[in-house]
């Protein structure tokens, strides 16, 4: 082989390599950061992952929010009105967050079911709603529509 050949593929050898190494370590970068969205009815069925960063969002249930008076622990749960799952927060809350509003979590499910969550995204205004929340909600009103009429029919 030729000495000017010899030395070009030994160039395009070292790149090609340092390109497969540099997209590899990007891939698994990419790979750690992914956030994936659950909501509470594919939650409480077992759908999501546990011990692995995930968000999950919906409605805050009314009544549910419990506050500990001496730090600031707080308990409550996230419905999208087929399911809800109690989530637990360790730090200051939005000053948005209210029962009855929207919300985004993001944390970890337990291998008991409580998401402990170590972000709280509250709603910024009345008509903002994140698009997994909205979609999810849609869809536990459409199967609860499904089910209603099902059982009007059966009732005939």
Do not use: C, W
Request: glycine share 8%.
């Amino acid at each position: 082989m030729h000495p000017i050949r010899k030395k070009r593929l030994t160039i395009v050898v070292f790149l090609m390599a340092g390109i497969a190494i540099a997209v590899g370590l990007t891939t698994y970068a990419l790979r750690q950061n992914i956030n994936l969205f659950y909501d509470p009815t594919q939650i409480a069925a077992g759908e999501a992952p546990t011990d692995v960063r995930i968000r999950a969002g919906g409605m805050v249930e009314e009544g549910s929010v419990q506050r500990e008076s001496d730090s600031l622990k707080v308990q409550f749960r996230v419905t999208d009105y087929s399911a809800s799952v109690p989530v637990q927060y360790d730090g200051i809350l939005p000053d948005l967050f209210a029962e009855g509003q929207g919300v985004v979590a993001m944390g970890r499910l337990n291998s008991e079911g409580l998401f402990v969550a170590d972000q709280v995204l509250a709603k910024h205004d009345e008509n903002y709603m994140p698009p997994e929340v909205a979609d999810s909600l849609e869809r536990a009103e459409k199967s609860r529509a499904d089910a209603e009429k099902a059982a009007q029919s059966a009732s005939y």
